[in-house]
């Protein structure tokens, strides 16, 4: 297998298209996608193809601009209303990240100021790599403020995927397990499966043993009783969303939040700026149920018997209060 060596969400510029590393074969296959329509990365969004709140704003960042590039031969007025159309699409696909509104609306807000479709489609793209570029400098900001909390030696429990595959590259919660590892720290790593999609033993399993930093992988309810037997030292998790009340992620950080609290294990949240959503609380904001199927079969295997309700929800929300810390670029604090 090719090592993921690529960013996981790049602009070609050489063949004119987005590029994305396509996550629902990994860590099966590897595979590029490459792309000129905005319908095309819409269904990679609603995938998971791409995934991961920091990934998901440069990808609305980038719907925006291909949009803008496919409408730049109309009239003012006709470019504007299909960019916007494109957009609220985009928006719709996923409603629990905050990123994806926010990489639109700032490459919205960015091209609105051009006077002719096609400096607005040229401004739409340039913002979007300048979206690109900050994510790998937040991320390295957001790493190295997290590793210096860690001690030299220690095994951190993780949920989900917040790596590189969920950012362009290097990652927030497994951004700070790689700084510390590039400090010399000898940090282990406990990765929740993640049910029911995986994204802890396909994705954070994959990217770590790729880049040689020790991984184990956990399902999801063996959490609690490594905490008991003092296994975790820590938990990281990425977010989705924090308002001012608690933290959006996948579903499951709730219970790892709680186990942490009452065992005395510091539970961090690493996330940049750009998840934040202080304007609103936990009861404003859509928590995304997804598909049955995705419970009720595997392989091919009925997982659960016909007409049983699934209630399948995407993320939960920690309040606050079980936070140790919140690490932003802009360094460590409590909520
Ligand atoms: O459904 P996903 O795979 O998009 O969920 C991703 C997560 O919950 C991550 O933990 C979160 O987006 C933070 S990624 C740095």
Redesign the pocket.
Known sequence: MKPATDRTITWDEEAGCLRFIEQTLLPERYEIVRTTEVERLATAIRR?EV????A?GVAGAYGVALSARSHAGTGYDEFMESVRRDAAMLNATRPT?VNLGWGIDRVLGALSGEETPEAAARRALEEARAIEEEDVRLCHAIGDHGAALLPDRCTVLTH???GAL??VEW???LGVVRSAVAMGKEIKVISCETRP?N?GSRLTAFELARDGIGVETITDSTAAYLMRKKVIDTVI????RITRDAVF??IGTYMHAVCACHHDIPFYVA?PYSTLDLQRSEDDITVEERAREELAECGGRKLMPDGVRARNY??DATPLDLVTAIITEQGAGKP
């Open positions: 998971l995934r991961g709140a920091p998901l990240a989900c995927n917040a969920a950012c990652g927030t919660a999609l994204q998790v990425g977010a989705d992620n996948k996330a995407a993320f």
